[in-house]
């Protein structure tokens, strides 16, 4: 199983509509997103792309995601999201997302996370992987996101 993980971001007149703008940017505006936890089952693999390739489905399909997204419409304000991640030798692993004003303060929260959920299951996956996008609000708001997509399917 290949997840895609690509960032997105976008500028509306109004936060959702950058919320919109970033989906089309990352290749997933017309499906209907249905997130996930944080579990990456065996036989995964997590691969980095710029933006999703086109997705076997249809307008309004299901897409499975974990997905983080942040918008924000205060000039000079930024949006950052982040996916973090970690996978072992098997393909299993976990996924986090964290949202918020700074990229440091996101790249912190996932590493953190990360490490948290591995303390509590009492496993250590190895390196911890992260992507993440930011956007600064000039005149119209703007939206930042990073998307995981496992797969599409039809209602």
């Known amino acids: 199983m290949k997840i895609y993980i690509a960032p997105g971001k976008g500028v509306g007149t109004t936060e959702l509509g950058a919320f919109d703008a970033a989906l089309n940017d990352s290749g997933i505006a017309n499906f209907n997103l249905l997130r996930l936890s944080s579990v990456i089952p065996p036989n995964a693999e997590v ?7 086109k997705i076997d489905g ?17 000039p000079g304000k ?11 030798e098997s393909g299993k692993g976990l996924f986090v997302e964290h949202e918020g004003e700074s990229e440091d303060f996101v790249r912190t929260s996932i590493t953190n996370t990360l490490n948290d959920l591995q303390k509590t299951r009492g496993a250590d996956f190895g390196q911890i992987y992260m992507m993440v996008e930011g ?21």
């Open 47 to 53: 691969v980095e792309i710029d933006s999703i390739p």
């Open 58 to 74: 249809e307008w309004g399909d299901r897409l499975y995601v974990v997905q983080a997204h942040y918008e924000t419409s205060v």
């Open 78 to 88: 930024e949006a950052w999201a982040g996916v973090g991640w970690v996978i072992d």
């Open 135 to 155: 956007a600064i609000c000039e005149e119209h708001p703007v939206a930042a996101m990073v998307t995981a997509v496992y797969k599409a399917e039809s209602w």
